[in-house]
Nanobody, 120 residues
Framework: QVQLQESGPGLVKPSQTLSLTCTVS??????????WTWIRQPPGKGLEWMGA???????YYNPSLKSHISISRDTSKNQFSLQLSSVTPEDTAVYYC????????????WGQGTQVTVSS
């Protein structure tokens, strides 16, 4: 069974870059045809798909975030990472990583989520 675990700072200052890493166990991030996804849920709101990195390294981003988001991977560590630049308090959310069989949607496994607060 695939397990995912998010890690990173829980508090980020406005205008800084939010960086999170998802460590995957029980499966390889290069396995065809999986997509490794970042999703977030702001307080009181629904889930927002942020983007994904595919088994072959291709990336897919939510157009609303495209100028601020970057997703990368380290295949030697079986990890993938999220960077969100120029954050504002509106980026405060629980951030999840997930394995999916589509670039957007089709989630099989989720991490437990990590709270990130953007505040000075």
């Amino acid at each position: 069974q695939v397990q995912l675990q998010e890690s990173g700072p829980g508090l980020v200052k406005p205008s800084q870059t939010l960086s999170l890493t998802c460590t995957v166990s029980g499966g390889s991030i290069t396995t065809t045809y999986y997509y490794w996804t970042w999703i977030r849920q702001p307080p009181g709101k629904g889930l927002e798909w942020m983007g994904a990195i595919a088994y072959d390294g291709s990336t897919y981003y939510n157009p609303s975030l495209k100028s601020h988001i970057s997703i990368s991977r380290d295949t030697s560590k079986n990890q993938f990472s999220l960077q969100l630049s120029s954050v504002t308090p509106e980026d405060t959310a629980v951030y999840y990583c997930a394995q999916a069989w589509l670039p957007r949607g089709g989630y099989d496994y989720w991490g437990q989520g990590t709270q990130v607060t953007v505040s000075s």
